[in-house]
């Protein structure tokens, strides 16, 4: 059986004005390949409504999963729970549930749960609520998305907190064969073992030190076996 | 006017495993910021024929300039080119004048030109090539999309390249002010300065530094005058 599939939507225009580069579709990746799900589509779109819910629209229609990063804070420009909503065609207000948690929180600190702070509260009628260990400001889950905060430890710590509840299939394993010959000679024994090895897929990742040619073959299978044999083949082809 | 208007597309499963982190989009979207070009929207993709043209497509129709970064290499994983040219309906070949670079590079380093080097010269008809000063390999431009390389230095010396030859908006300009309170007691405030600083977008930047919680707040504009006014008005909201 094919493994599930998911998609990967950074909202922010930081990260396209080049002022923060995105490390959260990476940390995402590596986790989803680790649990059998396959990561197939990222994108990065502005803090624009219309952007948003077009985007979640089309990539919630095509994968098994979504996850969303950025645009969930107390400022002006987090609209994403607003678009989330409007995408899925949810009401959204401020809920009991998000309140007490934000009410509790400000509360042991001594701060005023004031309008903006309150903001944070605003959950989709229908969405379940995703545990912030962090800085408790609540994600949530509305039908096959996973809406997320963008500050890369809350991120990291939110990913940590549904991907268990998710079912993944059998995780990929790969095994890396060094091979020190530039990628024009490595190409064409590289494709006749692709064809040799239909169910494993291998990548070639050029690179140059110090002035010589080289590339590291990765061998990618959800079958040890499978894999195990496709890799002998792969260290005959270029011996050491 | 307006500013023209970009989308990045990062072709490789490499991104979409973890295995490899993209630093491309990071890299463009700052170089297009300082050249007045709004970068709109960045996606990664998969080596899946389907998948890269109808991304193709759709960013190109979307948008004024579209960038791609990878799978223009020798291996048979490296479908870009006929991808691109099948979204444009165009016939791709070996074509003479990218099959010369290559013959001067290789002969002169006395390496064969095989037929897994000979793939990276082809080339759509109607394409126009882009300098590689790095590995000599060229990108190439077919209607509204820049084809480039996916090594990081490649991908860097052909924007280098590109970009002049586009025409740009006026670049925008921005000013960061630190403010020592959290983002749910900026927020109010700060909404204020947005609604009375129409042409100046602010943007939010929270951090947790020592315990204790603050953020960068930047201000962006096309205009310096604009963006003085804006600034003197922050600054005097959040006084130091």
Redesign the interface.
């Known amino acids: 059986m094919p493994n599930p599939t998911a998609a990967m939507l950074v909202i922010g ?11 959260n ?9 680790d649990a059998g799900i ?9 803090d624009d409504r219309d ?1 948003i819910i077009k985007a979640v629209r089309d990539l919630a229609s095509r994968f098994d999963h979504v996850f969303t990063s950025g645009g969930i ?5 987090d609209i994403t729970a607003d678009c989330i909503a409007a995408a899925f065609e949810d009401t959204i207000d401020v809920r009991a549930d998000a309140r007490a948690i934000l009410q509790d929180h400000y509360d042991a600190q001594g ?1 005023e749960l ?4 309150l ?1 944070m509260a605003r959950i989709p009628s229908r969405a379940i609520l995703i545990e912030n260990p962090v800085s408790k400001a609540p994600g949530f889950i509305l039908e096959n998305v996973h809406v997320m905060a963008g ?1 890369p430890r809350i991120f990291q710590a939110m990913v940590a907190s549904v991907l268990p509840g998710l079912t993944g299939g059998d995780p ?1 394993i790969s095994e890396t064969w060094r091979v020190d010959q ?7 024994p ?2 006749e073992l ?1 064809r040799d090895h239909p169910n494993v ?6 690179f140059q030190k110090d002035g010589k040619f080289g590339a590291n073959i ?1 061998a ?1 299978s959800q079958d040890r076996q499978t894999l195990s044999a496709a890799f002998q083949a792969l260290q005959e082809t270029f011996p050491q």
Chains 1, 2 share one sequence.
């Open positions: 225009d930081e990260i396209l004005s080049g002022r923060t580069h995105d490390s579709t990476h940390h995402l990746a590596g986790r989803l390949t396959d990561l197939k589509e990222a994108r990065v779109v502005s952007s804070g107390p400022t002006h420009d701060l004031n309008a903006a702070r903001r500050v990929l530039g990628e024009g000679d490595i190409a064409a590289l494709a692709t897929s291998f990548g070639c990742y050029p990765v990618r």
